[in-house]
Protein backbone atom coordinates (compact mmCIF):
# COMPACT_ATOMS: atom_id res chain seq x y z
CA UNK A 1 0.00 0.00 0.00
CA UNK A 2 1.66 3.25 -0.77
CA UNK A 3 -0.81 5.84 0.64
CA UNK A 4 -1.13 6.16 4.45
CA UNK A 5 -3.27 8.03 6.86
CA UNK A 6 -3.04 11.40 7.06
CA UNK A 7 -1.34 12.08 3.53
CA UNK A 8 -2.65 14.79 1.19
CA UNK A 9 -4.25 13.77 -2.00
CA UNK A 10 -5.88 15.03 -5.05
CA UNK A 11 -9.37 13.75 -6.25
CA UNK A 12 -8.70 12.68 -10.05
CA UNK A 13 -12.29 11.41 -10.96
CA UNK A 14 -15.99 12.18 -9.74
CA UNK A 15 -18.47 14.74 -8.36
CA UNK A 16 -15.46 16.44 -6.42
CA UNK A 17 -12.75 15.75 -9.56
CA UNK A 18 -9.80 19.10 -8.52
CA UNK A 19 -10.63 18.62 -4.76
CA UNK A 20 -7.91 18.11 -1.82
CA UNK A 21 -7.84 16.64 1.25
CA UNK A 22 -5.94 14.13 4.14
CA UNK A 23 -6.69 10.60 4.13
CA UNK A 24 -8.74 9.91 7.54
CA UNK A 25 -8.92 5.66 7.05
CA UNK A 26 -7.87 3.16 4.60
CA UNK A 27 -9.73 -0.10 3.59
CA UNK A 28 -8.23 -2.06 1.21
CA UNK A 29 -10.21 -1.14 -2.04
CA UNK A 30 -11.43 2.09 -0.76
CA UNK A 31 -10.21 5.54 1.60
CA UNK A 32 -11.71 8.14 3.29
CA UNK A 33 -10.54 12.07 2.39
CA UNK A 34 -11.54 15.11 4.95
CA UNK A 35 -14.32 17.03 3.34
CA UNK A 36 -14.26 15.01 0.18
CA UNK A 37 -17.68 13.02 -0.98
CA UNK A 38 -20.13 14.17 1.63
CA UNK A 39 -23.37 12.37 1.84
CA UNK A 40 -26.78 13.20 3.60
CA UNK A 41 -28.57 10.94 5.48
CA UNK A 42 -32.07 11.90 7.14
CA UNK A 43 -32.69 10.21 10.76
CA UNK A 44 -36.06 10.19 11.50
CA UNK A 45 -36.75 10.66 15.78
CA UNK A 46 -36.63 7.49 17.56
CA UNK A 47 -39.47 8.54 20.56
CA UNK A 48 -41.54 11.08 20.76
CA UNK A 49 -39.22 13.56 22.41
CA UNK A 50 -36.47 13.43 20.88
CA UNK A 51 -36.31 15.03 16.84
CA UNK A 52 -35.04 13.90 13.90
CA UNK A 53 -31.76 15.33 12.30
CA UNK A 54 -30.05 15.44 9.21
CA UNK A 55 -26.59 13.64 9.56
CA UNK A 56 -23.28 14.71 6.97
CA UNK A 57 -20.93 12.03 6.56
CA UNK A 58 -18.03 11.56 4.37
CA UNK A 59 -18.67 8.35 2.07
CA UNK A 60 -15.90 6.81 1.35
CA UNK A 61 -14.38 6.13 -2.65
CA UNK A 62 -11.97 3.90 -4.69
CA UNK A 63 -8.35 4.40 -3.72
CA UNK A 64 -8.25 4.75 -7.81
CA UNK A 65 -9.61 7.99 -7.89
CA UNK A 66 -7.03 9.93 -5.85
CA UNK A 67 -3.60 10.62 -6.67
CA UNK A 68 -0.79 11.34 -3.73
CA UNK A 69 0.93 15.11 -3.87
CA UNK A 70 3.81 16.33 -2.15
CA UNK A 71 4.08 18.95 0.40
CA UNK A 72 3.28 21.71 -2.48
CA UNK A 73 -0.21 19.82 -3.27
CA UNK A 74 1.26 18.71 -6.45
CA UNK A 75 -0.59 15.42 -7.54
CA UNK A 76 1.81 12.92 -9.26
CA UNK A 77 3.10 9.46 -9.33
CA UNK A 78 5.25 7.95 -6.75
CA UNK A 79 8.27 5.66 -6.79
CA UNK A 80 9.67 3.64 -4.16
CA UNK A 81 12.80 3.18 -2.66
CA UNK A 82 14.27 0.79 -0.78
CA UNK A 83 17.35 1.95 1.54
CA UNK A 84 17.99 -0.94 3.65
CA UNK A 85 15.29 -2.01 5.47
CA UNK A 86 13.15 1.48 4.94
CA UNK A 87 10.99 2.46 2.27
CA UNK A 88 11.33 5.87 1.03
CA UNK A 89 8.38 7.54 -1.13
CA UNK A 90 9.68 10.31 -3.69
CA UNK A 91 7.66 12.18 -5.92
CA UNK A 92 8.02 11.20 -10.00
CA UNK A 93 7.21 14.40 -11.14
CA UNK A 94 9.16 17.03 -8.95
CA UNK A 95 11.34 14.71 -7.24
CA UNK A 96 11.32 15.98 -3.91
CA UNK A 97 10.80 13.32 -1.38
CA UNK A 98 7.46 12.80 0.74
CA UNK A 99 7.08 12.12 4.24
Known sequence: MRLKIGDNVKVISGSDKGKFGKI??????VVTVEGINIKTKHV????????????????PINIS?????????????????????DQERFSKKTGKKID
Open 24 to 29: TSIEKP
Open 65 to 85: NVMLCDSENIASRIRVVKTGK
Open 44 to 59: KPATKEKSGEIIQTEA
